[in-house]
Antibody, heavy 121, light 107 residues
Framework: EVQLVESGGGLVQPGRSMKLSCAASGFTFSNYGMAWVRQAPTKGLEWVATISYDGSSTYYRDSVKGRFTISRDNAKSTLYLQMNSLRSEDTATYYC??????????????WGPGTMVTVSS | DIVMTQSPTSMSISVGDRVTMNCKASQNVGSNVDWYQQKTGQSPKLLIYKASNRYTGVPDRFTGSGSGTDFTFTISNMQAEDLAVYYCMQSNSYPWTFGGGTKLELK
């Protein structure tokens, strides 16, 4: 059974850093791209970043580029999101997702339960 | 960025209804649109990928169609467990973008 479990969320002050982790199990982690999607309280879904199966390619939304870093450790089947210079607008539930597809069609076929990040003084 | 505009933003429906919602892309995204269902307090779930392909285990009352800029998602026989917010998403080009969602509520 595929499982994705996020951790590392909590309350953090503006300008500080936080690192999220996502432990994957039930599939060969190194065969799949992975992504982070977030959802601000009472708002819709927002794609944050994607990483290729081997970590060689990464993509970010503009609002987090230069502040967030997506990475992975295939030996540990773990996905990470290092978040620096956090802003109040980064407050959201962060979901770890598995990416499927090819060429230009992609989709998120499994989602973790999410971890809440609150940026506030 | 490609803007995905969903309509309507909410619908009041009854069990057994046929439900249709739309998603319009601000530019051509081919068939690279997915549909997700999010129930209250839960993570989203994939229902449809590449515009019209039903994901594994998804009931056949859920269908998707469209290409280019106009996409439609239909529930043929609404069930109580289908009450949720539905999101479209384009993966044709970065940044991948979601629509604002369509919320289904009981009449």
């Amino acid at each position: 059974e595929v499982q994705l479990v996020e951790s590392g969320g909590g309350l953090v002050q503006p300008g500080r850093s936080m690192k999220l982790s996502c432990a994957a199990s039930g599939f060969t982690f190194s065969n799949y791209g992975m992504a982070w999607v977030r959802q601000a309280p009472t708002k819709g879904l927002e794609w944050v970043a994607t990483i290729s199966y081997d970590g060689s390619s990464t993509y970010y939304r503009d609002s987090v580029k230069g502040r967030f870093t997506i990475s992975r450790d295939n030996a540990k089947s773990t996905l990470y999101l290092q978040m620096n210079s956090l802003r109040s607008e980064d407050t959201a539930t962060y979901y770890c997702t598995r990416v499927r597809g090819q060429l230009r069609y992609w989709y998120f076929d499994f989602w973790g339960p999410g971890t809440m990040v609150t940026v506030s003084s | 960025d490609i803007v995905m505009t969903q309509s309507p933003t909410s619908m009041s429906i009854s069990v057994g209804d046929r439900v249709t919602m739309n998603c319009k892309a601000s530019q051509n995204v081919g068939s690279n649109v997915d549909w997700y269902q999010q129930k209250t307090g839960q993570s989203p779930k994939l229902l449809i990928y590449k515009a019209s392909n039903r994901y594994t285990g998804v009931p056949d009352r859920f269908t998707g169609s469209g290409s280019g800029t106009d996409f439609t998602f239909t529930i043929s026989n609404m069930q109580a467990e289908d009450l949720a917010v539905y999101y479209c998403m384009q993966s044709n080009s970065y940044p991948w973008t979601f629509g604002g969602g369509t919320k289904l509520e009981l009449k």
